[in-house]
């Protein structure tokens, strides 16, 4: 059992990430400023509400815990708001990632688990993506966590810090034994729009059916968070017993089109997907699927959801609970 600090652990990803570690007996402290995340993600006693930049209460968590390792999650993830604001992206996800790895060196917290994108790697020129392909990221955000990366790799060499980067593709779904899932404020990812489409009868817009891929809209690889948080034990795993640093992608290596995911989400649902076709969203990628034959290897971790359908059905499960509570 090991005592693990997770930052935005009431949000989407760090939440289901937080419950697993629970789950593995793992003592876990949680913090989230709540600008995006939810209270009612945490369970009870575990939430510290402070925000990255709060130098005095950040110490203040750090000098009454003992932790041996931080996943850290807290930070901006909207590729076209990055596009707006980019300073706040600056600030928030490389300054507020500095503050953290600042507090976690005085306290000699020497392992991290950081939470990166595919975003790192722009247009690729080939796909599966493998972690050593160009890195060119397209917009603010995904420049934000290629420098938090950086810096990790920097701390790596010159104080023994030790840490894993995992690469996200498209998180989706809701672990259904935990009674969250995604929820984001305003909503931009596929999977809860089409749910709303559905749920609403208000035509869900797909973003360009012109892109050179079979039916010509884009193709992306959609993880399950439940597989995802998996990978996220499985990196802390490998860092408390020694393992080096390293950059992991995290997807399942099948890419499904804009069509495949409405087509899976009417089976999943047995309702049909209102949509019309609007122009293309600026800075999407025709095609995003990733190589993580290093994670499995390496973490020995394998995704246990296989088909889209049943990725998408957890989601629904979750929406259906969500308009019950
Ligand atoms: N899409 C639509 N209509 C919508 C919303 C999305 O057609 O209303 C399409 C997008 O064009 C894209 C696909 O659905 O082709 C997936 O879009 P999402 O917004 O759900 O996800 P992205 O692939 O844009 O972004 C995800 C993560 C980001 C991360 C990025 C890495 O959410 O945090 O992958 O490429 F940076």
Redesign the pocket.
Known sequence: MASILVTGGAGYIGAHTARLLLEERHDVQVFDDLSKGYAHNVPKGRLHIINLHDTASLEALFATHHFDAVIHFAAF?A?GESMQEPERYFRNNVGGSVALLEMMRRHRVRRLVFSS???VYGDPETTPIPEDAPLRPKNP??ESKLMVERILEWLDRTSGLRSVSLR????CGAEPRYGIGEEHQPE????P?ILRAVRTGEP?????GDYPTPDG??I?DYIHVSDLAEAHVRALEHLLDGGGSGVFNAGTGRGYS?LE?IRAAEKATGMPVPFRYGPR?EG??AA?VADSSKLKKTLNWKPQYETLEAMVGTAWEFEQHRRRV
Request: charged letters at 10%.
């Open positions: 993830i590729v994108t595919a975003a955000y995904g996200y593709f498209n998180a931009t990812h596929l999977v729009l869900l817009t797909v973003f360009g809209t884009c992306r804009v995911v969203r999407d990628a995003l």
